[in-house]
C-alpha cells in the first residue's frame, strides 16, 4: 500500500485519550473466550458482537485469539501489532434502506501462536475467568485425524490441541465440574458440537487420558451445536484501501468488511444469555431448543435460492446474483418460486419463513457484493439434490402438480449440464453458444455426457430430448433414486427444455 509510507499504523498511542482509554479497558478485562481462528469471519461475526455487547456495558471480558493452522501466523501477528485493534466496516441494504457503518474493534487481550507458544497456550486453560472455546477452523478443520502427543510439542489439529487443552484444565482445578467449558464451534457442519465432541473424546484415547478426564469432558462441557450466517467480504481492494488509509489518517491491515445481516442459532438453553449476552445486546442470536428448522429454512429458502437461479442465470449469460435479482423478469421468478413454491412446500408457520425470504432477497441485492453465479455453480448438481430436489418432491407430494418454477430451474440445470469433455475439462454452452466451464464430481460430469451424447439441440428431435431426459432421471447414482418414476416430472421438464430452447 503506497500510503503506508507517509500514514502510520493502527495503534493504540493513534487514537485519542478517550478511546485509549476505553480500548485499555476492554484490554484488562480478564479472558471469558479462548477463539480459535484469526480469519475475518470470526472478526467479522463474533469479536463484533461480543464488542458491541462490552460497548453497552453488558460483555465484562476479553478474548484470547490464537491460530489453528502454522499458516495463520501472519495474521495473528497483524493482530498482535496493531494491539488487537481493526477497523470494521458493516454496508449493504437493511430494511430497504442503504447502510454503511464504520465502528473500531477492540475485544482482544492476548495473542498467542500454539505453534511457537505451546506452553502460554496452555496457561490459557488454567485461567478461572476463561467460560467459552469459540472456533472456526473450516469443515476440514473440525475432523478427526489420529495423532500422537509428546509432551510440550504442539498438536497439529485443532481438536487435539483442544484436548490438549482441556486435561491441562482438567488437571488444573482437580476436576472440577464447575470448570468445564462452553464450545461453540462455528464450523459450517451439522452437528459442529457433537463432532467436536465426539473428536476430543477419540483423542482423550489416542493420547492415553484417563476415565476420568473422559467423564468430565462428557459431563461438564458443553459442546453445542449451532449455526452461522453472515457474508463477511473481508479486506477492501488495494485502490479503496488506500483512500480509507487517507481518509481515516491511518493504516490498518486487518480492515474487515461485512453485510448488515447476521444470525447465530445455537441449540442451548438461553439461561446461556446471561453467560454470554449477545441476544440482551438487541442481536440477531437465537437460543433455541432445535437447530433443524434453522439450518432447514436457510439450506431450503437462502441456498435454495441460489442454486436455483444459478444454472438458469449462467445459461442466459447471467453474472452475478445481484445482476439476475435486478433483472426484472428473472428477479420476478425467483420472488415467486421462493414465496409460491418453496415456502410452501416448507410447512414450517411458526418460523416467519416469507419474512426470512425478504431479508434473503434483500441480501442478494447488496451492492458491495459481487456474487458470482459461476461461484454458485461449483458442484451444482449435488447442491441442487439437496437444496431444491427436496422442495419440488415436496411440493408435488402436497399440491398434487409439480412447481412451475422449480421445474423451470431443473430444466435450467439439465439445459446446461451437457457436458463434452475436453482437454481443459468438461464444457457447456449457453443459449447464445459461449462455451462455459463445468465444476463438478467428475463421476457425474461423465455420467451426463454419456446421457446427453445422442442428443443434438440443434436438430430438437422431441424424442430422442425424451430419451435423454429419461436417462438422466433413472440414474440412480446420480439422484439416489429413479427420479423417472415420479409421474409427469418427465413430460414437465422436456416441456420447459422446449421452450428454453427456442430461447436460443
Known sequence: MSASTKIPRLKLNLLGSDNQRKCKEVME???????????????????????????QGKFHGSVAVT????????????IRDQDGLYTMITRGLSQGKAVERTEMI?????????????????????????????????????????????????VQSFPGKLTVFLHQRYLRFDGDPSRGL?????????????????????????????????????????????LVDRIVTGAPTTEEADSLTNRWGYEDRLVNTAEPYHFWAIQADEVLDKKLPLKQAGLN????????????????????????????GILQGKEYVRETMEDPEFGSWVREAVHQEIVP????????????????????????????????????????????????????????TWP?????????????????????????????????????????LAALAKHWDSYDP???????????????????????ENLDDREGLREALVHEIGLLEGES
Open 345 to 400: 412446500a416448507l410447512d414450517m408457520p411458526d418460523h416467519n419463513l416469507d419474512q426470512y425470504a425478504g431479508e434473503v432477497f434483500e441480501r442478494f441485492l447488496n451492492p458491495y457484493i459481487n456474487h458470482k453465479l459461476q461461484d454458485i455453480a461449483l458442484n451444482t448438481v449435488g447442491k441442487f439434490k439437496v437444496r431444491v430436489l427436496p422442495t419440488l418432491l415436496a411440493y408435488e407430494q402436497n399440491q398434487g
Open 106 to 154: 477492540s475485544i482482544f487481550s492476548q495473542c498467542i501462536n500454539p505453534y511457537e507458544e505451546w506452553q502460554d497456550f496452555l496457561k490459557l486453560a488454567e485461567l478461572p475467568s476463561l467460560e467459552f472455546v469459540i472456533s472456526n477452523t473450516t469443515e476440514s478443520g473440525l475432523k478427526y485425524t489420529y495423532s500422537e502427543y509428546t509432551q510440550g510439542e504442539p
Open 404 to 444: 412451475d418454477r422449480l421445474v423451470k430451474g431443473f430444466a435450467g440445470l439439465l439445459c446446461l449440464y451437457r457436458p463434452v469433455n475436453t482437454p481443459d475439462g468438461y464444457m457447456a454452452q449457453r443459449l447464445n453458444g459461449e462455451s462455459v466451464l463445468l465444476r463438478d464430481d467428475a463421476d457425474v
Open 182 to 226: 462452553i464450545h461453540l464451534p462455528c464450523e459450517l457442519l451439522e452437528g459442529n458440537g457433537d463432532v467436536l465432541r465426539s473428536c476430543v473424546l477419540r483423542h482423550s484415547e489416542d493420547f492415553g487420558y484417563s476415565e476420568g478426564f473422559r467423564s468430565w469432558i462428557e459431563n461438564h462441557n458443553l459442546f453445542l451445536n449451532n
Open 285 to 312: 442470536v437465537h437460543w433455541v431448543k432445535d437447530l433443524k428448522p434453522f439450518q432447514l429454512r436457510k439450506v431450503r429458502i437462502l441456498n435454495g435460492a441460489h442454486t436455483l437461479m444459478s444454472s438458469l
Open 458 to 480: 440443434l436438430k430438437r428431435d422431441k424424442q430422442q430430448l425424451d430419451q435423454s431426459v429419461a436417462a438422466v432421471l433413472s440414474d440412480v447414482s446420480i439422484w439416489g
Open 67 to 78: 491460530q489453528p493452522r502454522p499458516g495463520g501466523k501472519a495474521k495473528l501477528e497483524q
Open 29 to 55: 478485562r480478564p479472558v471469558k473466550v479462548l477463539q480459535i481462528g484469526e480469519g475475518n469471519f470470526l472478526r467479522g461475526f463474533v469479536d463484533w458482537m461480543l464488542h458491541e455487547s462490552a460497548r
